[in-house]
């Protein structure tokens, strides 16, 4: 390398070349790595660092993909300068781009793009913010195998390095696998008490297995840390915590609380992201409606369905449409939540065939979602088929944690719609894998009730024994 080109290079945080002679350009990707990482407020950053240096390829790369959603116009011009510049880019600059280009514009091709991050990280496996984005690529897709196969790729690579064993956790929890994914996610945190993914990941943990108050005492003791986050991260977070009190019976006005001062009241921040602060608003009131207690939410629910009348926000995300479409239905927003769901149907008639494979069912359940909110529990039964299963339904962007809703919202239709045998058969199965779960147990004793079981007892006291030993 000459001495004019060594000039202009300089390395980032992973400790690859990057063609730029402005430190602050390179301070600014640098910032936003840890950004994205920790899921800081200030992802913005990297627009400094496209400002500070104008032909720095990889700059003008990684604007363009945090733009992409709300700004795709800007977004084609920072890739356009990124392509103008690949003539002078180092090879991992190359790949960066080769990888983002597949994931902004008209032609975004996401199965082409996690190739493409594969290939980039066996090349340069110190790469965690392309790690990171290749794992949300998987999350969206339903791919949690890919996902643990990634980030085991790498892993020899980054042996105690910050942010890592968070994006261990999360795949293994995905996959089931949850001694190993809280072994991951307390290393995380031994690492670095901060990363919140890890945080999240070990809630998830202790939430699958029912240890409702110990995750509850572990978030409430993170909580002071969660200023710093995004509108998605301390939401998210949030509603872990509210769901735990939830399912552990707390009391009503304890998950109201949080719902009131954590997760809606970030709409107030200017920054704040509302499409994730709706999808954690929504989620959370649902639970709370299949409980029972409607009219404790009903004008929160008239609030947030406000909102979701919003064209702008529709199709960001498809558990948001989903989930739009079950409040809308119960409010009678009838008019909004048909355009709504006949949107999707447009917007699904325009998807590759390989995409339609993948997302017919979506549509399907988008379609029963909104007849459960009208209560119409014998279509949703004939759109859901006898077998549903939420677990099979990743591809709309959602964990399992936040797809239990979904199984809860079935269990409930089958006892309406008199599948009530069937009702029994599919709460035994969850009962066994998540026995210190109450509501469960609660519904389990509906149903013997209906068909006239002695075991409505023993599920009555087992549900009264849960509830009870949370408040030790």
């Not at 991050?117 to 090349?123: A, D, F, Q, S």
């Not at 892993?155 to 089931?176: K, Q």
């Not at 809630?203 to 509850?216: I, S, Y």
């Not at 719902?259 to 989620?283: H, Q, S, T």
């Amino acid at each position: 390398m000459g001495g004019s080109e060594e000039a202009t290079t300089r390395r980032d945080r992973w400790g690859y070349p990057v063609r730029t002679a402005s430190g602050a350009c390179i301070d600014s990707i640098d910032a936003y790595y840890e950004q994205v990482l920790a899921y800081g407020r200030n992802r913005a950053v990297i627009l400094r660092a496209a400002a500070h240096d104008r032909s720095c390829t990889l700059a003008n790369a990684l604007a363009a993909h945090f733009v992409a959603t709300k700004k795709p116009q800007e977004a084609s011009r920072l890739l356009q300068a990124a392509n103008a510049s690949l003539g002078n880019a180092t090879p991992y600059e190359r790949a960066v781009v080769a990888a983002i280009s597949c994931l902004v514009g008209d032609k975004k091709d996401e199965d082409l793009a996690l190739n493409r991050h594969i290939e980039l990280l066996k090349e340069f496996p110190k790469d965690l913010l392309s790690l990171k984005r290749a794992q949300i690529l998987c999350f969206y897709l339903g791919r949690p195998v890919v996902s643990l196969n990634i980030v085991q790729q790498v892993l020899v690579h980054n042996e105690g390095v910050s942010y890592i064993y968070g994006m261990l956790s999360f795949p293994l929890l995905e996959l089931g696998r949850m001694t190993e994914a809280e072994e991951a996610a307390r290393k995380g945190l031994r690492i670095n008490s901060c990363d919140f993914w890890s945080q999240h990941n070990l809630c998830h943990v202790l939430q699958n297995e029912c240890r409702f108050k110990e995750a509850t005492s572990f978030m409430e003791a993170c909580s002071s840390s969660w200023d710093s986050c995004s509108s998605f991260m301390y939401t998210h977070n949030w509603w872990h915590v509210a769901v735990c009190y939830l399912e552990g019976d707390s009391p009503l006005n304890r998950v109201l609380e949080v719902y009131d001062e954590n997760i809606w009241k970030e709409l107030l921040r200017i920054d704040a992201e509302p499409v994730v602060v709706y999808i954690n608003a929504l989620g959370l009131l649902l639970r709370i409606y299949l409980r029972g207690h409607t009219h404790d939410i009903v004008d929160r629910l008239k609030l947030l369905t406000t909102a979701l009348k919003d064209q702008s926000i529709w199709h960001v995300e498809w558990l948001l449409d989903i989930l739009a479409l079950w409040a809308l239905g119960c409010t009678k927003e009838t008019n909004r939540a048909e355009d709504l769901l006949h949107s999707i149907k447009s917007r699904f008639s325009t998807l590759s065939s390989q995409k339609q494979n993948s997302m017919q069912a979506a549509v399907q359940l988008a379609e029963a979602i909104y007849e459960y909110g009208r209560s119409n529990f014998f279509k949703v039964f004939d759109l859901l088929g006898p077998n549903f299963d939420a677990i099979n339904f990743k591809m709309i962007g959602a964990s399992d944690e936040q797809l239990d809703v979904l199984n809860e919202v079935w269990y409930i239709v089958l006892l309406n719609s008199g599948q009530v045998p069937k009702a029994i058969e599919a709460l035994k199965k969850q009962v066994s894998k998540r026995p210190g779960a109450p509501f469960l147990w609660r519904l389990l004793e509906k149903a013997y009730s209906i068909e006239r079981m002695p075991d409505e007892f023993f599920a009555a006291e087992k549900a009264k024994a849960l509830e009870a030993a949370y408040f030790r």
